[in-house]
């Protein structure tokens, strides 16, 4: 059973870093094919996608976010950790880590979600 | 302003058929499979199509998907009041290194 879930602080202040991990279990992120994303969702708005990491440690930036985010993994500890520099208020929004099936990526499951909130 | 294009919402009575469009380019949903998402209230996404038309086990065949050039639909038939939710389509876009884009989402309301 593949499952993911999200961990870090629910409230950060404006110009902070903020570190999410995602703790995985039922696939290794050493197994070909396996991919994970974080996505997130501002209150009442839309998905938007962040970043992707690879089994064999490609990683994926969003266009107007890449200067302000790095993902890493550990498969020893099946992890995958986003940061995000500068927080703002305006990244206040519920953040998932997911894998996404698409051509190279099999499976789609997701995490149920964090909230984490911009606010001094 | 998302890169996939979504009618922001969408509505119909029980047991009618509805149908979500979704419209991209030639660098993701002309290139790529597209997904379809649905989204109840406080809940993650749930995979409805992937591949373009292909359903999960679990998922209905009153929901299928098609694509034709760089756009996408999904299709409701029968709807029920449960169908009640936000509806995101996505593809994975060529551009630049490549990354995931999503639709604006698509509120769909069972009158």
């Known amino acids: 059973q593949v499952t993911l879930r999200e961990s870090g602080p629910a409230l950060v202040k404006p110009t902070q870093t903020l570190t999410l991990t995602c703790t995985f279990s039922?696939?290794?992120?050493?197994?070909?094919?396996?991919?994970v994303n974080w996505i997130r969702q501002p209150p009442g708005k839309a998905l938007e996608w962040l970043a992707r990491?690879?089994?064999?440690?490609?990683?994926y930036y969003s266009t107007s976010l890449k200067t302000r985010l790095t993902i890493s993994k550990d498969t020893s500890k099946n992890q995958v950790v986003l940061t995000m520099t500068n927080m703002d208020p305006v990244d206040t929004a519920t953040y998932y880590c997911?894998?996404?099936?698409?051509?190279?990526?099999?499976?789609?499951?997701w995490g149920q979600g964090t909230l984490v909130t911009v606010s001094s | 302003q998302s890169v996939l294009t979504q009618p922001p919402s969408a509505s119909g009575t029980p047991g009618q058929r509805v149908t979500i469009s979704c419209s991209g380019s030639?660098?993701?949903?002309?290139?790529?499979?597209v997904n379809w998402y649905q989204q109840l209230p406080g809940t993650a996404p749930k995979l409805l199509i992937y591949?373009?038309?292909q359903r999960p086990s679990g998922v209905p065949d009153r929901f299928s998907g098609s694509k034709s050039g760089t756009s996408a639909s999904l299709a409701i038939s029968g709807l029920q009041s449960e169908d009640e939710a936000d509806y995101y389509c996505?593809?994975?876009?060529?551009?630049?290194?490549?990354?995931?884009?999503f639709g604006g989402g698509t509120k769909l309301t069972v009158v």
């Open positions: 039922g696939f290794s992120l050493s197994t070909s094919g396996m991919c």
């Open positions: 591949s373009n038309n």
């Open positions: 030639s660098s993701n949903i002309g290139s790529n499979p």
């Open positions: 996505a593809a994975w876009d060529d551009s630049l290194n490549g990354l995931w884009v």
């Open positions: 990491i690879d089994w064999d440690d490609a990683k």
């Open positions: 997911a894998r996404i099936r698409t051509i190279s990526c099999s499976g789609d499951y």
